[in-house]
């Protein structure tokens, strides 16, 4: 197990925010509530924004999801002090993006200590997209553009595997020559040891009392270096942790 | 222009080195006989391939694609001094596979300059998928898993823009969520200003004698800040060059 973890974590870690034909986390609001259990407010992290809106108005989205739900949602970019706002957090969000640009300001806003330390001691750390990538122990399967530079691939490894989400099953009719997705995490295990699960849209992980839970609609595919690929079915696979 | 240009730079920046239904090579053959011209021989880099093949036999794919033509490949792995190997060659081929790995390879080998130097000296460099995407300022706009960290993103800057090949159209029938290649070049530009070219597969761009054709059998998307998203005809495209 990694060094960022502990009994205590509490992590929900999800493809996507959004799956086809819904409101944003319509689909996972159930899980999120019972996930975060009474904490009355959640701290959103929306440095994964690359443009387009302020964090402001990506601060309006799981507040809009959430309203009437009695739990109340805060930006970080409200607080003086982001460090300060991550320790006393009752529960933490960080919404999707462009995972460069989100673990660069990570690391620029020194950020990834306070957010190993919360986590570890037991503040819910939910994360959608790029927010679930940086949980795993590099962002080296994101499906990213390389938009900015961080100072390292390194996350907050909360989990000791890579997660990539958004996860794509290979288009059987494709005339296209680009690597299929199963082939870039293939590529990715020449050069790296650590298995990485593919998170389907509609699929999350829950880590929760030393138990680990694929939950959602799909299996997962599970590549591992020198074994064939598998498919997850949900349920628990608390193995995962000790990989 | 940039820093690592001049009058007698001659790049080939090429998507893809195979298109559906085709042999390596073979729908770009008789562009490559004639770009690299009276030249015998050409230095093939594999540096890109992550795994699965050994650069030996990366190598044989060019080399029998242009068996019969009079030319000879030779890896650069064969050569005990790379950096020599790159100024004493006829011409340069750099082949796909990961850009992240290929960029850290020529840095950890101190190879951007020996390749700047021989290229602005005039030595024909052609440029396949990874290898065109490190033609540009920045390998930014790469398709590709940060499999590896490099110690930048900086590319060779034969031309002052960016590349970004095996560009997809959006799919109007899709249900993914996962951002389009468009809307990941457009996030790309709320943090870099250089153009973007997108070159889809059957897609080249040529810069010789100070001029830029793009050729092949599709226009292709510019991405420029504050501009609308146009399409480029086959053709002269030098303007290019003055962005």
């Known amino acids: 197990m990694t060094a960022h973890y502990s009994e205590a974590s509490k992590v929900l870690m999800i493809s996507t925010s959004?799956?086809?034909?819904?409101?944003?986390?319509?689909?996972i609001l159930d899980e999120v509530l019972d996930f975060i259990g009474d904490a009355p407010e959640i701290l959103f992290i929306p440095y994964a924004r690359p443009g387009g809106i302020s964090f402001e108005e990506y601060t309006g989205y799981p507040q809009k999801?959430?309203?009437?739900?009695?739990?109340?949602?805060?930006?970080?970019?409200?607080?003086?002090?982001?460090k300060e706002a991550i320790a006393q957090a009752k529960a933490i969000f960080v919404g999707g993006g462009n995972t460069f640009l989100l673990l660069k300001t990570l690391y620029e806003l020194d950020l990834m200590e306070p957010l190993r330390q919360?986590?570890?001691?037991?503040?819910?750390?939910?994360?959608?997209?790029?927010?679930?990538?940086?949980?795993?122990?590099?962002i080296g399967t994101t499906n990213d553009m390389p938009i900015v530079y961080p100072p390292s691939f390194e996350a907050l490894g909360f989990v000791p595997f890579n997660?990539?989400?958004?996860?794509?099953?290979?288009?059987p009719q494709s005339k296209h020559q680009g690597e299929t997705r199963a082939t870039r995490i293939n590529e990715f295990h020449f050069q790296n040891q650590q298995a990485v699960i593919g998170l389907r849209e509609g699929s999350w992980l829950r880590l929760e009392a030393g138990k680990l839970y694929?939950?959602?609609r799909h299996?997962?595919?599970?590549?591992e270096v020198g074994k064939d690929l598998r498919e997850l079915a949900p349920g628990e696979v608390s193995f995962l942790l000790r990989s």
Chains 1, 2 share one sequence.
Do not use: C, W
């Open 118 to 138: 919360a986590v570890t001691a037991g503040t819910p750390y939910m994360g959608s997209s790029a927010g679930s990538n940086i949980t795993g122990i590099s």
């Open 163 to 171: 997660i990539n989400p958004h996860y794509l099953d290979p288009d």
């Open 219 to 223: 299996s997962a595919p599970l590549f």
């Open 214 to 216: 694929l939950k959602g």
């Open 18 to 27: 959004k799956i086809h034909g819904s409101e944003y986390m319509s689909y």
């Open 65 to 82: 999801a959430l309203t009437g739900t009695g739990v109340r949602v805060k930006g970080i970019q409200d607080f003086a002090d982001p």
